[in-house]
C-alpha cells in the first residue's frame, strides 16, 4: 500500500491548457486514425517505442475490438492531465456509439525540450472492453 500512496503523491499537477496544446490534436488523430482504419496516421505521434510496440496486426485488433465491444467513434472529452515522473498523462472520455458510460482513454506522453510531444502509451477501459 504505501507503495501505491507514493506514487499519488509523485504525480503532481500540470497546466492542463498548456498540455491541450498537443495532446488534444494527437488524441483526436489516435481515435481518428483507429475508426478510419488509418495505420500510418495512427502511429505518427508516436515515439520509437510505441511505433515498434505497435504491427500492423495489433492495430487491426484494437480497431476490430473497439468496432465490436464498443461501435464507432463519436468524439471525445479532455477530462485531466497530471504528471507521473517524465511523462504527461491526458484523460478524455471518448464517446462511442454502443458504450454508454463512454471510453477512458489514458494517453501518455513524454515531453522533453529536443523533441515535440510523442505518445508513449496508450490505453482503453469502458465496462463493455473489460467484459
Known amino acids: 500500500m504505501a507503495g501505491v500512496w507514493y506514487y499519488m503523491e509523485a504525480s503532481t499537477q500540470v497546466d492542463e491548457m498548456s498540455v491541450r ?3 488534444d490534436p494527437a488524441a483526436e488523430n489516435i481515435l481518428a486514425s483507429i475508426e478510419s482504419g488509418d495505420f500510418a496516421s495512427f502511429t ?3 515515439d520509437s517505442a510505441m511505433k515498434a510496440a505497435y504491427t500492423k ?5 484494437i480497431k476490430d475490438t473497439l468496432h465490436a465491444k464498443v461501435g464507432n467513434y463519436e468524439g471525445k ?3 485531466k492531465a497530471e504528471r507521473s515522473g517524465e511523462y504527461i498523462i491526458a484523460y478524455y472520455n471518448a464517446n462511442y456509439s454502443n458504450e454508454t458510460s463512454g471510453v477512458i482513454v489514458k494517453v501518455v506522453f513524454t515531453v522533453n525540450s529536443s523533441n515535440p ?3 508513449s502509451g496508450l490505453w482503453f477501459s469502458s465496462p463493455k ?3
Open 21 to 23: 496544446i498537443y495532446s
Open 44 to 46: 505518427r505521434n508516436m
Open 57 to 61: 496486426a495489433q492495430f487491426n485488433e
Open 77 to 79: 472529452t479532455f477530462t
Open 117 to 119: 510531444a510523442q505518445v
Open 129 to 131: 472492453l473489460e467484459s
